[in-house]
DNA sequence: ATCCCAACTGAAAACGTTTACAGTAGTCGA
DNA sequence: TCGACTACTGTAAACGTTTTCAGTTGGGAT
C-alpha cells in the first residue's frame, strides 16, 4: 500500500505539501500531486492518523442484541446521522449482560470518540464503568444509577403506558392482566407503575396472579401468557409491556384459541412488523426508533465537537413521544 | 490517557518490558508492571498499535439496510463469530446504492482487516471496486461479476424454488402468479427462474401478466400484489421471492379481502417474524441467517490469519441449505 | 534597485506502540 | 574462579501521519 512518502516523491514534493494539500490548503504543485494519489491508488492510513490526531471518527454502539428489529432500527438511526459526519459506527451485543458489555467496551473504547449505548443493567457499576470510559456517553431507552450523568434520550413511557390505561378503561374493562419487563430498568418500571397506577386512580386493583413479570423476551411472553391461560383471572384486558414478549404472549394466546379482542382486548407497548396483519391486527403504543438513533447521535456528535472546549454543555435528556396506534385488538369487554 | 511510557516509569522499568509483559511474555517486574497498569487506568492506544502492526482487528460489514430483521440477523451472526477472536465489526447500510457502497468502503477500508458484504450491484464495477481493496472479501448472498475471485455464502436457492414449486404442484395447483426481486441479483434470478423452470417441466407455462417483477421491497410487494388483485389472472397459487415483497403482498391481499389459502395459496421465500401468527400462518422457504454470517465471519478470518503467507487457500464457496417449513397458506386449490 | 510581505515550502518532531538488536545479570558446571 | 549459557532488559528504529518552525520564493510598492 502506498504510503505518503511514495506520493511525496512521485510528485516531486515533500510530504507535507501532500499532507496539506489532502487538508484542503492551497499547494503550487496540487495538479502533480493529485495525480500521484490516483496513479498509485493512495489512501491515508487511517491509525497514522488516529494516533496523531487523537480522533478517530467512529462510535461505539452497544445494544442488547442487534438482531432485535427495534434495535436495528436504532442503529440504523445512529448510522444515518453519523454517516453525515464522516462517523463510522461499531456495533456490538451485549446479550443484556454486564460483564459482555464492560468487557466489549474495554476493546472497543480506544478505537472510538464516544459511545451510544442501552446498557444492559441500571446499576451503579455500571454507571461507574460508563463514567471511566472518559469519553461522551449517550444513554438510550434506559438509565444508570441515581444521577446517571450522561446524556439520555429516551421515549415517553409514562405517558404511552397511561394512554394505554386510558384506553382500555374507556372501552369499559375492569379486569385486567398484565405483563411487564423487568422492574430493573426503567422501561420495565415506569410502563408497569403507571399503567398500574392510572388503573389505581379509576379505583381498579389488579390481583397478583394477574401480573407477570419477567424478561423483555419473546420466550417469557410466552410462558407468562400461558400461566395466565392456565390459571384464570377473569381478566378481559392484557397490557404487555413491549412488543418481543407481546409475540410470545400472542403465540400462547392463539394456541390456546383465545380469540382477540371477543375474549380478550390486547394491548402492547412498542409497534412490531406486521402486527396490522394478525388475525386481530394489534392495537399498539408506537415509538420512533430511528428518531431515537438520531437524537442519540446528534447529542453525540455535539460532544465530541466539544471535546476540549473550557465550557461543557448541559447534559440533555431528550423525550420522544409515543403514539396510540389503534387497531382491532381491542374491544369492549363481552358482558357476561 | 496514560500511555506505556507513564505505566513504565511507574513501574520503573523500560516500555520494551511493559510492552512484552502485555503480550503476554516472562518479565521479572511483572508484578510492578501490572499494579502500574491499574493504578493508571493504563490502556493501549488502538491506533497506535494498529499503525504498528497494520492490524486493526475490525472487519467492515456493509449491508443493504441494516434495520432488515434478515440482515441484522446476518450482522448478529458475523459479530458472534468475529468477537470470540477479538475482532469487532464496523457496520454500514448501503441502501442498495453503489455510489453509497463504494463512498463507504473507501472510507472504511483503512481501518479494517476484512469486508464482508451483500453487495447492491452484481456488475463488473463492484467486483473491481472490491478487489482494489486488496483486502480479504466475502461476498453474501449475492455475487459479482462473472468470476467474483472472492469467497462466498449464500443459501440454495435453487432447491428452495424447486421445492416451493414442487410443493405447490402437489397440492394441484395448475394456474399460479409470481413476484419476484431484480433480475440483476442472483436471489432474485435463480429464485424466479427455478420456479419458472420447475413448473414449465410439469408442463405448465405462466403468462406474462402474472409475473410481476421489482425491488426487494415491502413497497413494490403491495404494489404487485395490488395490481395481480385489480387484473385477475385465475391464479390459484401465488410465489413471492422473498420475505419484505411478501409482508408488502399480505398487506394487499389482506386489505382487498381475498381469503388465504381459501382463494389463494400463499408461499414465500425467506421465513419472517410471526409468519406463524398471520390469519394464515404463512408457508415458507425459510434460511439460516445467523448461520451465514457464521460462515462468512469463518471465511474471513480464515483469510486474515493467512495474509502475507505465501500459499493461499482456494477461493471457497459455501451454500447453506434452506428448508420448506409448512404451515396453513397453501392448500389445494379451490374446484371450482 | 531595494525592501517587505504574502504565500508557500520542507525538515523534523511528535503521536504510542512493537520489536530487532545489543547488552547485562544470574546460574550452573567445571 | 572462571566461562558459557540462559533469561531477561533497555535503546532505538519503525509504522504513517500532522503540524510547528524556520526558511525560501516572487511580486508589488517604494
Redesign the interface.
Known sequence: ?ANIHDVAKLAGVSIASVSRMLAGENVRSAEAIRRAIKDL?Y??????R??RLGK?H?IAVIVP?????Y???L??GI?ERA?TQ?F??????SDEQFSAESE?L??????VDAVAIVPAEEGDRTRRMLA?L?KPVVLIDRTVGDEPGFDLVHVDNASGAKAAADYLLSLGHQSFGIISGRQDTVPGRVRHRVFLKTLADAGIHVPAEAIKIGEFSRDFGRRAAQELIDNPTGMTALFVGNNTMA?GA??SL?AAGVSIPGQLSFLCFDD???A????APVTVISRPA?AEGHAAADLLLQRIEQIGSPTQLPLEHKVLPVSLTIRQSCSAPASD
Chains 1, 2 share one sequence.
Open positions: 500500500m491508488g489512501r491515508p492510513n487511517a491509525s497514522a488516529g494516533l478517530h467512529s442484541d442487534i438482531s432485535n428489529p434495535f436495528a432500527a442503529v440504523r448510522e454517516m464522516g463510522r459506527i461499531i456495533v456490538a451485543s466489549l474495554g476493546n472497543l473504547i480506544d478505537a471511566d472518559n409475540q400472542l403465540l392463539h412490531f412488523d406486521l396490522e396483519l394478525l388475525q430511528i
